[in-house]
């Protein structure tokens, strides 16, 4: 089936810093386009990859499941490491969770991780259901464009099916278990009128991963697709100052100097103290140092 317009996968080579982004469930890599761009035109390698059963019509992710939408990430993490002597793991809702399990499975492979409204949870009565009613039932009503923004949308599906939502319940629980694994640098956003995921589930990831070095910013004025909302803009900067603070701190393996130069431009505003060890909360930014 051809890719809808706008949800084509979307790749390019930067310098040696790579961020591998991750769209949600039932979504697109249009979602998190702007987001690609932004930090490409920072110089840093970007792959923004179109996951199997999404992107053309919802009866094509129907036979897919969490296994299928995490092979791909992984092999695109892989690729980036091939390239790049660092590498970030970022994404959206379900997109958060596939970072985050890739964080907990590939290690000292991954140098840090952003998520904006991850996903850990199917929440609601229904949840209990999916595995007998997927049989019966083959689709729900859609959940994307939850924006706050007017005249903005998502580029996703208008429907749901079951099957998939049920591989889609049993990963969420997979990934609650590998959190503590997690122990890289994490720099986590979320909205308080999310529609889609609750704030439980970011507290819940912050309550359950084992990084010290971690940052909690609040996006009061975007509901759940944040990076297509008012708040994108300090979306993308945050998660730059991120990166730039994690590749240029002492220690850090060496990068090369016209990366480490472009890498730091950035229009982010004033920074406030937090870094390793640190719990920066609420209002906080993510550059640190």
Not at 18 to 38: D, I, K, M, N
Not at 247 to 276: L, M, W, Y
């Amino acid at each position: 089936m051809p890719v809808l317009p706008g949800a084509e996968p979307y790749h390019h080579q930067g310098g040696e810093v790579g961020v591998l982004l991750c769209h949600g469930f039932t979504g697109s890599p249009q979602s998190l386009r702007p987001w690609a761009e932004y930090l490409a035109a920072q110089g840093l390698t970007v792959a923004l990859p179109l996951l199997p059963g999404h992107g053309t019509r919802w009866e094509d992710l129907r036979p897919t499941g969490w296994q299928d939408w995490y092979a791909e990430v992984d092999r695109e993490l892989r690729a980036l490491r091939e390239r790049c002597a660092h590498v970030f793991v970022a994404g959206l809702s379900m997109g958060g969770a596939l970072a985050l399990r890739l964080a907990a499975k590939h290690g000292d492979a991954v140098d840090g991780v952003v998520v904006v409204n991850p996903a850990n949870k199917v929440h609601g009565p229904a949840a209990h259901a999916l595995p007998l009613l997927r049989h019966f039932v083959p689709t729900t009503k859609g959940i994307t464009s939850d924006i706050a923004k007017e005249g903005v949308e998502e580029v996703g599906y208008g429907h749901v099916p079951l099957h998939a939502a049920h591989s889609l319940r049993n990963f969420l629980r997979l990934v609650d278990g590998d959190l503590p694994q997690v122990t890289q640098p994490l720099l986590l956003l979320h909205s308080p009128r999310d529609h889609v995921v609750p704030p439980v589930d970011s507290e819940r990831v912050l309550g359950r991963v084992s990084s010290t070095d971690v940052t909690e910013i609040l996006l009061e004025q975007s509901h759940h697709v944040a990076t297509l909302d008012h708040d994108a803009d300090r979306i993308f900067e945050e998660s730059l100052a991120f990166v730039t603070r994690l590749v240029t701190r002492p220690g850090a393996a060496d990068v090369k100097d016209s990366d480490a130069e472009s890498v730091q431009r950035s229009d982010a505003g004033p920074a406030s103290r937090t870094g390793p060890g640190s719990f920066e909360q609420r209002e906080g930014t993510a550059t640190g140092g």
